[in-house]
């Protein structure tokens, strides 16, 4: 029994040190968001600079599986309603916390981890953020146009997150388990399998 809690200490350090090191990404996100689009105006056209904190969001939902993946999400919803355009502080609390909670009642399933459903998770989650994040911005300014390079934004935003999944998550995830640290899915699956 001595044992075991040194190793339960450094599961929950371990543990701990991933979500850090998300909110780390997230961060440089949302500052990428701030910085690309005044840089290169093609990008705020395209939505890539705003794309990528939602990616981040649905990569985190997949690979921690628990309370820790909406409490991120919330966080960088938090960091995003305080970049100078947005004038709503909670909206995208609201919206990524609503989606990274629904991701994660559906990340214990073992299909969920496969790349078809991976790549369902990006497009619908992309598309639903920008989607919720236009609805709640007409709601609150009370009126209900839907000009043509909003659908266009949205949707360019959600392929170009379908295109840079695969990569993303590569990244991503390369260095947390190069030190080590596996998803708790792959601890799971491995002890069932016993």
């Known amino acids: 029994m001595r044992g075991q809690q040194p190793a339960a200490t450094l599961g929950s350090v371990v543990r701990f040190l991933i979500v850090v090191y998300l909110l780390a990404i997230g961060a440089g996100a949302v500052l990428a968001q701030m ?95 920008f989607l919720m994040s236009y609805i709640l911005n007409l709601a609150e300014t009370a009126r209900w146009y839907w000009p043509l390079s909003v659908w266009s934004k949205i949707t360019f935003a959600s392929l170009l997150n379908l295109v840079l999944c695969p990569i993303f998550f590569f990244l991503v995830g390369l260095p947390p388990r190069f030190c080590g640290w596996k998803p708790d899915y792959e601890t799971q699956e491995r002890y069932y399998d016993r």
């Open 35 to 129: 910085i690309l689009p005044e840089i290169f105006p093609i990008l705020n056209i395209v939505g890539l600079g705003s794309a990528l904190v939602p990616l981040i969001v649905i990569y985190a939902s997949l690979e921690l599986g628990d309370e820790r993946a909406p409490v991120l999400a919330a966080i960088l919803g938090f960091f995003l309603d305080l970049i100078p355009p947005s004038q709503h502080l909670g909206t995208s609390v609201l919206i990524l916390f609503s989606l990274s909670a629904l991701i994660v009642t559906q990340a214990s399933k073992p299909e969920s981890h496969t790349w078809p459903f991976r790549l369902i998770f990006v497009l619908v989650g992309t598309f639903a953020f």
